[in-house]
C-alpha cells in the first residue's frame, strides 16, 4: 500500500483520527490539539528514565538475568499507567507479566580478571582490560598460548575468490582478523561468519580489531581504535574463545615483523590478500559463565479507530545491555535507555492526546538485541497482531548522544513521508535520510516485508559499548528531538491513506 501512499497535511489526517468520520471535527482545533502534544514533550523527563534505566538498580540490564526482568516490570507499569491496552491474553491491571512476551535463554558472563598477554622475544605486554582489549561476551572460558596468524578480514569465501586463509595452516593457532570488508568484497559478512570460518580451519582463539582505515559510515557513526563489546552471535556451535583488541594494540602486533597495519589494509582493500605469521605468541586466559534466563519483551498498544480490523503500525526500541562483564558495568545510556525512554515519552504524548489514530499502534520494548536481535525474531516469530495487517516499523536506537540532527533510515517507504514528518515536528533542518541501516531491531520486520524507518542521533557516538556510557553523557534536547520527531512521524503513519 505504500507505494500510493501521499504526503498530506498533518491537520487532515489528524481530523480523521480525532472523531468517528461521521461527525468530522474542525481540522484547526485537532491541529492545534496536536501541536500541543509535541510542546509537552519532555526532554528534562525522558533523562530521568535515562539516568534510572542505565543506573545501579538494573544492572546493565543484561538479558536473560533478574536485572532484565526488573527492567521490563518497570516498563510494563509505565504501559500500564499511561493507558496502553495489554495484547496479550488474560491481561489484568494485576498481572504485569500480561504485558510481556517470554523466551528461554542463555545469558553468559565473562568473570571478573581475565587476562591478556602478549609474548615477543625480548618483550612481554599485559594488555589492559577496557583500553587494550575486551573479551568476546559469549566466548566459553579459554586457557591457551598460541602463535598470532594474521588473516586479513578473516574471510574464507574461495567460491567468489577471496580467501584470507588459502595456503595457510592456523591450526592451533590465534587468528587475528580486521572488523569489516574490503569494498570489492559484495557479499554481506558478519562477526558470525568470521567467527565460524577461524573455527572451521582449526584456530585455538582470534583477535580481532578495527582497521586505521574506515569506511564512511564507521566515520559518520564516530567508530573509534578502541575495543568494544560485542558477542559472537554463533550458529549453534560452541563458539570460539576471542577479544576485541584496540587498534594500536593490533599495530604493535604487527609491528614486531616489521609489518604496517595501514599498508597491509591498503593492499587488503586493493583486492590482495595478505595473510602471515606475525612472531607474536598470545595468551588468553579467563573463565566463562553461562547460565539459563528468561527474555522478556514488553508490549503495549494504542488500538485504532476500528480496533478489530485496523492496520497496524510497530514502534520498538531495544531495552537490552551488556550488565555486568570481566569485572566492568557496561550501563547502556544510550544503548539504549535513551530510545526506550523515547518509546516511553511517545507513549505518553500519545495517550495524553485523546486523539484516536486510525491504525493500531504497537509499543514494543525489546530485550536480546544484543544478542543477534532475539527479542524481535521473538515477534516475528509469534506476533501478537497479523504481519499481514503490519504496514511499517519503527526503531529508535542511540538517540541520547551527537551533533543535534537525527539520522533516519527508510526502507519500503517514500523518503518524501520522512521528511514531511519532520517539517511537522518543527525539525525541518534537523534530520539526515538514508536507506537500509545494516543493523537493529528493524531488520527483522525488514526481512518479513514490512517497511522500516530506523531513529537515531546522528554524529559521533564515542562511548558506544563501553563502560563510559552513562546517564551524565546524555543530551537532554537531543532526546526530545528524537520524541518529537518519531511522535509526529508514527502519527503521521498511523493515520496516512
Known amino acids: 500500500m505504500w507505494r500510493f ?3 498530506v497535511p498533518l491537520c487532515w489526517l489528524i481530523a480523521g483520527a480525532a472523531v468517528p468520520t461521521t461527525a468530522p471535527a474542525d481540522p484547526a482545533v485537532e491541529q492545534n490539539s496536536f501541536a500541543k502534544t509535541l510542546a509537552g514533550i519532555s526532554g528534562s523527563r525522558m533523562l530521568e528514565d535515562v539516568a534510572r534505566l ?14 532484565d526482568l526488573r527492567s521490563a516490570l518497570l516498563v510494563a507499569e509505565r504501559f500500564r499507567a499511561l493507558g496502553l491496552s ?3 491474553d488474560k491481561a489484568s491491571d494485576s498481572a504485569l507479566r500480561s504485558w510481556m512476551m517470554r523466551e528461554p535463554v542463555t ?3 565473562i568473570e571478573a580478571q581475565p587476562s591478556l598477554q602478549l609474548l615477543a622475544n625480548p618483550d612481554s605486554t599485559t594488555a589492559r582490560l577496557g583500553a587494550d582489549y575486551l573479551p568476546v561476551l559469549d566466548s566459553p572460558s579459554v586457557n591457551v598460548t598460541a602463535p598470532i596468524v594474521f588473516v586479513g578480514y578473516g574471510i574464507a569465501d574461495p567460491a567468489r575468490g577471496f580467501d584470507d586463509y588459502a595456503g595457510l595452516d592456523v591450526r592451533n593457532r590465534v587468528v587475528l582478523f580486521l572488523r569489516g570488508k574490503p569494498a570489492q568484497y559484495a557479499a554481506p559478512i558478519t562477526q558470525a561468519d568470521k567467527e565460524r570460518a577461524a573455527r572451521e580451519k582449526g584456530a585455538a582463539a582470534f583477535l580481532t580489531a578495527t582497521g586505521p582505515i574506515l569506511s564512511a559510515y564507521e566515520v559518520r557513526r564516530g567508530i573509534s581504535g578502541a575495543p568494544s563489546a560485542l558477542y559472537n552471535q554463533p550458529d549453534g556451535e560452541r563458539p570460539l574463545a576471542g577479544a576485541w583488541i584496540s587498534t594500536e594494540l593490533a599495530k604493535k602486533i604487527l609491528a614486531a615483523e616489521e609489518h604496517s597495519l595501514l599498508e597491509v589494509q591498503e593492499q587488503l582493500n586493493r583486492a590482495a590478500p595478505r595473510s602471515f605469521s606475525t612472531g607474536v605468541l598470545a595468551k588468553l586466559t579467563w573463565n566463562s559463565i553461562q547460565e539459563p534466563g528468561t527474555l522478556h519483551n514488553v508490549v503495549g498498544m494504542i488500538p485504532g479507530r476500528d480496533s478489530g480490523d485496523a492496520d497496524i503500525l510497530v514502534i520498538g526500541a531495544h531495552r537490552d545491555h551488556f550488565g555486568r562483564q570481566a569485572g566492568l558495568l557496561f550501563p547502556g545510556a544510550d544503548d539504549n535507555a535513551s530510545g526506550t525512554a523515547v518509546l516511553l515519552e511517545v507513549a505518553r504524548a500519545l495517550t495524553a492526546s485523546g486523539l484516536t489514530p486510525k491504525r ?3 509499543f514494543i520494548s525489546f530485550s536480546g538485541e544484543e ?11 509469534h506476533p501478537l497482531l497479523p504481519l499481514a495487517r503490519t504496514t511499517a516499523m519503527i526503531n529508535v536506537d542511540h538517540a541520547g548522544i551527537g551533533n543535534g540532527t537525527l539520522t533516519v533510515g527508510v526502507t519500503g517507504l517514500p523518503k518524501e513521508a520522512a521528511v514531511e514528518a519532520a517539517r511537522h515536528a518543527g525539525l525541518a533542518d534537523g534530520i539526515e535520510v538514508f536507506g537500509f541501516f545494516p543493523g537493529g531491531d528493524h531488520v527483522p520486520f ?3 516485508g514490512i517497511a522500516t524507518v530506523t531513529v537515531v542521533s546522528a ?8 563502560p563510559t556510557d552513562t546517564a551524565d553523557t546524555i543530551k537532554p534536547d537531543i532526546l526530545e528531538r528524537a520524541a518529537r520527531y518519531t511522535t509526529a512521524l508514527i502519527w503521521q503513519l498511523a493515520n496516512a491513506p
Open 5 to 7: 501512499l501521499k504526503i
Open 360 to 362: 493500531t499502534i504497537l
Open 371 to 381: 544478542q543477534g536481535l532475539l527479542g524481535s525474531r521473538l515477534y516475528l516469530r
Open 54 to 67: 542505565s543506573g545501579p538498580d538494573f544492572n546493565g540490564r543484561q538479558t536473560g538475568t533478574s536485572d
Open 86 to 88: 495489554a495484547p496479550l
Open 459 to 466: 554524529g559521533i557516538h564515542p562511548h558506544f559499548h563501553q
Open 107 to 109: 545469558a553468559g558472563r
Open 446 to 448: 525488514k526481512e518479513a
